[in-house]
């Protein structure tokens, strides 16, 4: 009969997020991994302080996750580690809109690995929202229309508008099987069975409701901690509060495909106007 490894793990809101003390993660057992995976799978994100993590270690933690991405733009730590990106917050590396990692992806990431290497002395928190909850405090009537539609991603924000892909607005998680919102801010750019002004209407509201304070964690960094995210029920934001160096190191774990109910409708194309309709206006 097999147990569950019990770990120092303290909650960091209501809404999700955990904070667990004592497991090395340079050194973890596979009875270790498997209790921080089902942390994550819990609280759908992880943060571990005081960690003594290389770059060799961070890319073997990834690794037992699942496939790691190369990333096509963010800029690399050195030839020997492509997995492991770098953002720097002086040379333009801050998140500070509200997303959820390469959704414009057709394989978008499963779980993000971040190491703090460098933070301010104050500021440059992150916070988090839970897509599961903003889903399911939705009314019934949107919900309904929503598990109806697809959204396109692109890739736009970072020169490459040609890169998108089409996911469902509600995926279904592939391990609990709990529905998520999935459309953000910085990548969806419309909901293609709707009419333009439509979609756009709709994603801002959505935005705006998935941004409220309930559905959120808040993490103060400290030098060497790490946090581990479920890109597929989440979305973050860097706030970007600060004037003092800070650098981190990722590594992002690709896995399945977005799923949830097909769409309902076609994509929305206008109507074409008879001859007559022209003529008479």
């Given at each position: 009969m097999s147990t569950t490894l019990a770990l120092d793990a303290r909650p960091v809101s209501g809404a999700l997020g955990v904070?667990?003390?004592?497991?090395?993660?340079?050194?973890?057992?596979?009875?270790?991994?498997?209790?921080?995976h089902a942390a994550l799978i819990e609280h759908h994100v992880v943060f571990l302080p005081d960690q003594q993590l290389s770059p060799?270690?961070?890319?073997?933690?990834?690794r037992r996750f699942g496939e790691i991405e190369i990333h096509p733009f963010i800029p690399k730590l050195d030839d020997e580690h492509p997995e492991v990106v770098v953002l720097d917050g002086d040379q333009g590396g801050r998140a500070d809109v509200w997303h959820t990692d390469v959704t414009w992806s057709d394989h978008p990431p499963i779980a993000s690995i971040l190491h703090m290497v460098?933070?301010?002395?104050?500021?440059?928190d992150t916070m988090f929202s839970n897509q599961h909850l903003v889903y399911e405090s939705l009314s019934a009537p949107m919900r309904e229309l929503l598990d109806g539609c697809t959204a396109v991603h692109t890739a736009e924000v970072f020169g490459a508008p040609e890169k998108t892909a089409e996911h469902p607005v509600v995926r279904t998680h592939p391990v609990t099987g709990r529905r998520s919102l999935y459309v953000n801010r910085q990548f969806t750019s419309q909901i293609p069975q709707l009419r333009r002004a439509e979609s756009d209407a709709l994603?801002?509201?959505l935005y705006s409701f998935s941004e409220q304070p309930q559905f959120q964690c808040r993490y103060r960094w400290e030098p060497g901690g790490v946090g581990i995210w479920d890109n597929r029920c989440t979305q973050h934001h860097a706030v970007n509060d600060y004037d003092e160096p800070r650098l981190i190191q990722r590594v992002t774990v690709l896995g399945d495909d977005p799923q949830g109910d097909p769409p309902r409708w076609e994509h929305y194309e206008p109507?074409?106007?008879s001859a007559a309709e022209r003529y008479y206006g």
């Open positions: 904070e667990i003390r004592g497991l090395d993660l340079e050194h973890h057992t596979d009875a270790e991994f498997d209790a921080l060799d270690g961070h890319v073997t933690l990834a460098t933070c301010p002395a104050r500021g440059g994603l801002e509201h109507r074409r106007m």
